[in-house]
């Protein structure tokens, strides 16, 4: 199971931390994934992480503006969502992969377990 949280209404510019937090058999979390999904447009993947190595993917949009980590003690990921812009504005979602693959899935499709999701809203 795994809950998100740390969603609000923020301004153009600022900082935010989203957490997902994972319980249940957590051991077999290979990878992590953050989504978004703004109101019409397609759920992309905006960061991954692979539970073990910790090596991550980043999308293009978000790259040196969000940083995704884990701390495998708390079963939590996180995102560290900085420099904040109204295109921003989605639910964020929180996904894991519990089976092996080659590489750090970018997908939806990549992922079998989800969590809720948390709205980010970016007010300009």
């Known amino acids: 199971q795994l809950q998100a949280s740390g969603g609000g209404l923020v301004q153009d510019g600022d900082a935010l931390r989203l957490s997902c937090a994972a319980s249940?058999?957590?051991?077999?979390?290979?990878?992590m994934g953050w989504f978004r999904q703004a109101p019409g447009k397609e759920r992309e993947c905006v960061a991954a992480?692979?539970?073990?190595?910790?090596?991550?993917y980043y999308a293009d949009s978000v790259k040196g503006r969000f940083t995704i980590s884990r701390d495998n003690a708390k079963n939590t990921v996180y995102l560290q969502m900085n420099s904040l812009k109204p295109e921003d504005t989605a639910v964020y979602s929180c996904?894991?992969?519990?089976?092996?693959?080659?590489?750090?899935?970018?997908?939806?499709?990549?992922?079998?377990?989800w969590g809720q999701g948390t709205l980010v809203t970016v007010s300009s």
């Open positions: 996904a894991a992969r519990t089976s092996r693959t080659l590489g750090l899935p970018t997908t939806a499709l990549g992922y079998n377990y």
């Open positions: 992480v692979n539970w073990n190595s910790g090596s991550t």
């Open positions: 249940g058999r957590t051991s077999s979390n290979y990878h």
